[in-house]
């Protein structure tokens, strides 16, 4: 049966490019009516950050990546934190030094750093020479029961390459003579990233080993560690970089790069999933939406691509705009009320007038917040006229007979409602000897402040007859 993991390590803020590894692991496994599991990679404390592993519980439950096993869903009794699993790492290293294919290393890390430091200053590649290897086994135990600092190091081939075929990448080969003797257990007794995984991936059963491609370029000592601990090797799904237009590559400690701004601001986690899916892959044909069941269902391993793509906002605020357009009304207002309301005072409007505004921009919103600033029209004391629309208001010697028509019918309708606005601008067009144009553009300009816009009558019949004379009045003057 096809099993993917999730792996993340709680260091900081989940971005699109977590997610979008989550996905695709979900995928792969779902297609194939397997299981997705999620283990927590928690072994380097300095990193580590309060808040993140509850934030990756949340990002899952919220894009709906549910897990078949994993913290809260173990079976049996294993455990999905490698922070609990420590003695597990230390069974299998123990094992390494009984071979004979692991030593204690007790080389002082500052000496270490110096000379790696030293070494890139030079410009040199740095090969460490690890004068460890050679101590004796009972000898090193001596020295580790007498309480000195040790980290283990799995013995590397000096000789010979390594190679394995990547699902997306292909066949890649390595020298083994680029290799250091890898740290397995840190001197803090746990284990680093490249053994850890290693071990999980193999006893947790994973048969697709799913992440980013920057793990490519230790693949060899991962290989290495399969063979020395005669685990059968999964099959690697390395997916391409993520990058932005603006600074590159998605940092994980960076605020700015977290996801849950986007769901803050808006964005529906439908949307993100369907624009995700085509960060890395691509269906071989002209469909852009896909519920999440089609995704299962159409994604495909062969289907994922190898060159670095680009998380283009823009393009995601699309898929978002389709995905609001979507929305049945009432779930719509649901959705996008709260934005409006954290940023006016509502108390004076009826719930009628609220939902008719909100509705007003449901096709046209490319996500929530942004309700905010389209609405603002509707809120402000002042119109505030640019230079364009001046302008404009001042190119025909029409336009302030319509304005001033305009007015005259908004003060002797008694009767305010949509089809009667309508009716009015009609009458002005005529009265005036007008066109369509020439009639709508000035008067949206002078209540609105904009040149364009959603239908003028609605907007009109929002505003209501006081704010429209006032915003009239207001602009006399300025054409
Ligand atoms: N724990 C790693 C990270 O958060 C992921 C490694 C993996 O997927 O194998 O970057």
Request: aromatic share 12%; glycine share 4%; with cysteine.
């Amino acid at each position: 049966m096809t099993k993917t993991r999730f792996a993340p390590s709680p260091t900081g803020y989940l971005h699109i490019g977590n997610l979008r590894s989550a996905l695709f692991a979900y995928l792969i496994a779902k297609h194939d009516e397997g299981e997705f599991i999620l283990r927590i990679e928690d072994t380097d404390k300095s990193k580590t950050m309060i808040g993140a592993e509850e934030r990756i519980y949340n990002l899952l439950n919220t894009f709906q990546l549910t897990y078949d096993e994993g913290p809260n869903k173990e079976i049996g009794s294993t455990e999905y934190i490698q922070s609990k699993r420590l003695d597990i790492y230390k069974s299998y290293a123990e094992k390494l030094l009984k071979k004979g294919e692991a030593y204690y290393c007790f080389c002082d890390k500052k000496t270490l750093n110096t000379q790696r430091m030293k070494a890139s200053e030079e410009k040199q590649n740095f090969l460490y020479e690890d004068p460890c290897r050679i101590i004796g086994i009972e000898e090193a135990k001596n020295r580790v029961l007498a309480g000195e600092s040790y980290t283990i190091r799995q013995k590397m081939p000096k000789t010979g390459q390594t190679s394995f075929r990547d699902l997306v990448y292909g066949d890649i080969t390595f020298d083994n003579n680029t290799l250091e003797d890898q740290i397995l257990i840190k001197s803090d007794g746990f284990p680093t990233y490249n053994f850890a995984n290693v071990i999980d991936d193999c006893l947790m059963d994973i048969t697709h080993v799913t992440r980013g491609c920057e793990y490519l370029s230790s693949m060899p000592k991962y290989l290495l560690l399969y063979d020395a601990l005669n685990f059968p090797r999964p099959e690697f799904v390395h997916l391409p970089l993520v990058k932005t237009k603006e600074k590159g590559t998605l940092e994980k400690r960076n605020k700015e790069d977290d996801l849950i701004d986007l769901l803050n601001q808006g964005f529906l986690p439908s949307a993100i999933i369907n624009y995700i899916a085509f960060l890395g892959w691509n269906p071989k044909n002209n469909q852009e939406f896909f519920t999440i069941e089609e995704l299962i269902r159409e994604f495909d391993i062969s289907k994922i691509t190898k060159r670095p793509c680009c998380y283009d906002l823009k393009k995601l605020e699309w898929y978002n705009k389709h995905y609001i357009s979507m929305m049945n009304d009432q779930d719509y207002i649901n959705f996008t009320r709260p934005y409006l309301e954290n940023v006016y005072n509502l108390k004076d409007k009826t719930e009628e007038w609220i939902n008719n505004l909100l509705l007003l921009f449901k096709h046209h919103l490319h996500f929530g917040s942004e309700i905010a600033l389209v609405s603002n029209l509707f809120f402000r004391e002042t119109i505030i006229l640019d230079k364009k629309c001046i302008n404009y208001l001042r190119s025909d010697e029409i336009i302030p007979s319509v304005l001033k028509t305009f007015k005259e019918e908004i003060e002797n309708c008694f009767d305010w409602n949509l089809q009667n606005i309508e009716e009015i601008l009609k009458r002005v067009e005529t009265k005036t000897n007008s066109t369509k144009e020439k009639t709508y553009m000035p008067i949206r300009i002078v209540v609105t402040g904009l040149n364009y816009g959603r239908e003028l009558s609605k907007i009109l019949f929002l505003l209501g007859q006081q704010t429209i004379i006032k915003r009239l009045q207001n602009s006399i003057g300025m054409y």
